[in-house]
């Protein structure tokens, strides 16, 4: 099954960006919906952005929507969400995940990264 790993998290002023990548390994990459779910302390996981098979559909979570971009590399077995115009809101551990079904966006997803610290100061 496909396992991933997560890159790119750290600590960032409010306004500023951030690059989250996940690179896959194991079965055919683009056989796989990616995404990325994140989960700030004491609140519930959330759904953050989406992305189909080869590209080309997305989904995002109202509260990201316009800031942050979902993205992927077949070639490189990669995935990215670049986040732009950081709020101390969107401080939480982002978590890559991946699903192998033939629904978008999937219910469900099967695999999960270990997740990464993103932290948005003031």
């Known amino acids: 099954h496909v396992q991933l790993v997560e890159s790119g998290g750290g600590l960032v002023q409010a306004g500023g960006s951030l690059r989250l990548s996940c690179v896959a390994s194991?079965?055919?990459?683009?056989?796989?919906?990616m995404g990325w779910f994140r989960q700030a302390p004491g609140k519930e996981r959330e759904r953050v952005a989406v992305i189909s098979w080869s590209g080309e559909s997305t989904y995002y979570a109202d509260s990201v929507k316009g800031r942050f971009t979902i993205s992927r590399d077949n070639a490189k077995n990669t995935v990215y969400l670049q986040m732009n115009s950081l709020k101390p809101e969107d401080t939480a551990v982002y978590y890559c995940?991946?699903?192998?079904?033939?629904?978008?966006?999937?219910?469900?997803?099967?695999?999960w990264g270990q997740g990464t610290q993103v932290t948005v100061s003031p």
């Open positions: 194991g079965p055919t990459f683009s056989n796989y919906v």
């Open positions: 995940v991946a699903d192998g079904g033939y629904k978008f966006p999937p219910t469900t997803f099967g695999a």
